[in-house]
């Protein structure tokens, strides 16, 4: 009797955790966020025209994990300014340009602001990497423009190589992204340092925005990561007999912002920059139809998209993806256990 019950024990056991890898319970962690937080999570946010995904990904991981929204931007630039030698160069023949260095990881980002030993805060130096300026006189419209522009006008500027369309948009994307600064302070200051790699400049003049809203990071984050083999790097944390989306679950039946670093081709036609690498968060998940969802907060503003089979929801910036989708986008998750 005693050997029945014990085989009925173990086939329990073994039952339960058949259960928990197939669970597809509602979650979205954004419910257990304070409000400043859930103001942010609930609305989108674009990163524009440059490739600083990571950073917004890092951003939203990080906010959780402070308590409070963090400045995408911010950090973004943080990162990018310390990409230095051979880094540099295979961005700028990824990029085809070299105004700053773009591309990047969600964990590496979050190191380097460790390394840095704070953070802004996202009213001090805003998020928002895209703003609506008039088109110049005698031509109809307006533009949409952002950080990556005002990166290539101050490259341009420096260079003494500026256009007519950069002498009219730099100084209103000046005062967009550093308002606390003279617009021609900021050009004299750029002037004056053109050997420095512009990516630099800019994050100084950005971490000097900060101000007020700088806040000190005085402990280690615990950073819990698993990655799924790829052709560019033959590590693999995932076991044989597990898929990605068991550790997806595992950070948001903690209640995590979980990290996101997918192939986007998966998805979109559009990609990211290495081969349709691109960054975005995790906030939930449930069943649609009888599938299991994973919902993805991604920063490309209200945009749709999107192939068929993935659910946008421009309200807030989100998509819903198939697990099986994502088991095969996915390349790496993490999310901050501390």
């Known amino acids: 009797m005693k050997h029945v019950t014990g085989i009925f024990l173990i086939l329990s056991f073994l039952g339960s955790l058949s259960f928990a890898s197939d669970d597809c319970s509602n979650i979205d962690v954004r419910k257990s966020m304070n409000p400043s937080l859930q103001k942010r999570f609930y609305a989108p946010y674009d990163q524009g025209q440059i490739g600083w995904c990571f950073g917004y990904a890092a951003a939203d991981v990080l906010s959780q994990a402070v308590g409070e929204p963090v400045s995408a931007i911010h950090l973004s630039s943080r990162y990018a300014s ?53 088109a110049r006189d005698g031509v109809t419209g307006y533009n949409v423009l952002g950080t990556a522009e005002l990166m290539g006008y101050l490259k341009s500027y420096s260079e003494g190589t500026c256009t007519e369309d950069c002498a009219y948009f730099i100084n209103p994307l000046i005062r967009r992204y550093f308002p606390n600064q003279d617009v021609n302070v900021v050009k004299e200051y750029i002037l004056a340092n053109k050997t420095q790699p512009l990516d630099r ?43 990605i989306s068991d550790h997806i679950d595992q950070g948001l039946n903690a209640q995590k912002v979980v ?9 979109t036609g559009a990609g990211g920059i290495f081969g349709g690498g691109h960054a975005s968060t995790i906030l939930g998940r449930k069943s649609i ?39 095969k986008m996915a390349t790496k998750v993490l999310w901050i256990k501390n």
């Open 82 to 134: 310390t990409v230095t030698g051979v880094g540099r160069l295979a961005r700028s023949i990824f990029m085809r340009k070299n105004a700053v260095s773009e591309g990047g990881f969600i964990e590496g980002a979050i190191d380097e602001m460790e390394e840095l030993g704070h953070y802004c805060e996202a009213s001090a130096v805003p998020s928002e990497g895209t703003m609506v300026i008039s």
């Open 201 to 243: 400049l800019v994050f100084e003049l950005f971490d000097q925005k900060c101000g007020q809203g700088r806040k000190a990071i005085t402990s280690k984050f615990a950073i819990e990561s698993y990655q799924n083999s790829t052709s560019r790097n033959k590590r693999r944390d995932i076991q044989p007999q597990e898929e």
């Open 259 to 267: 990290g996101l670093e997918y192939d986007a081709k998966y998805v």
């Open 289 to 327: 139809g009888g599938v299991c969802h994973y919902l993805v907060r991604n920063s490309w503003g209200k945009t749709c998209a999107y192939k068929d089979g993935i659910i946008c929801q421009p309200g807030d910036g989100t998509y819903w993806v198939p697990k099986e989708t994502m088991n």
